[in-house]
């Protein structure tokens, strides 16, 4: 039996518009692409059938994989505790000797997106910060080296 997903009422909704949209009309659109390309003959030489085929094989995986993550997605409640980090907080950090503040939320690995301030629970960051306090420090291990944060909010 696999991990759960932990999903955020928000990512969930995502992942469903993302499949609905894959299924309704990716899908379809691909299958008459290639119903086109098959009218055309011969399809050894015949890149669009080629390309087709791959981009609706990688659909059809990519509907398999989100099936498979909202069928055994756990949906992440916060309680409204804000005395400690768990998965779902916002949690605003500030790393040893810099002055500028990094706001993340901690969120599972299947919708995490640093880029937009979303990290899985189970990243480096995420896994020290799970379980803090505001004002504690916590050490990271990170690709560059151990780092050290301090936890400034909890929402």
């Not at 309704?24 to 299958?31: C, D, G, K, Y």
């Not at 997605?73 to 804000?82: H, K, P, R, S, Y």
């Amino acid at each position: 039996m696999s991990d759960p997903v932990y999903l955020t009422p928000e990512g969930k909704a995502e992942l469903e518009r993302e499949l609905h949209q894959l299924v309704h009309e990716r899908i379809p659109e691909l299958a008459q692409k290639l119903k086109e390309a098959v009218a055309e003959g011969d399809l050894k030489e015949n890149a669009d059938y080629h390309d087709t085929r791959e981009q609706k094989s990688f659909a059809e995986g990519r509907i398999q994989y989100l099936e498979n993550v909202l069928r055994g997605a756990v949906i992440i409640e916060t309680d409204g505790n804000t005395s400690v980090v768990q998965i779902g907080s916002s949690v605003t950090i500030r790393e040893e000797g810099l002055d500028e503040d990094e706001r993340y939320m901690i969120v599972g690995a299947a919708e995490a997106n640093p880029r937009e301030g979303r990290i899985s629970h189970e990243s480096p960051i995420g896994k020290a910060l799970i379980g803090s306090k505001k004002g504690d420090k916590v050490r990271v291990n990170t690709p560059a080296g151990k780092t050290t944060f301090k936890v400034r909010k909890i929402e």
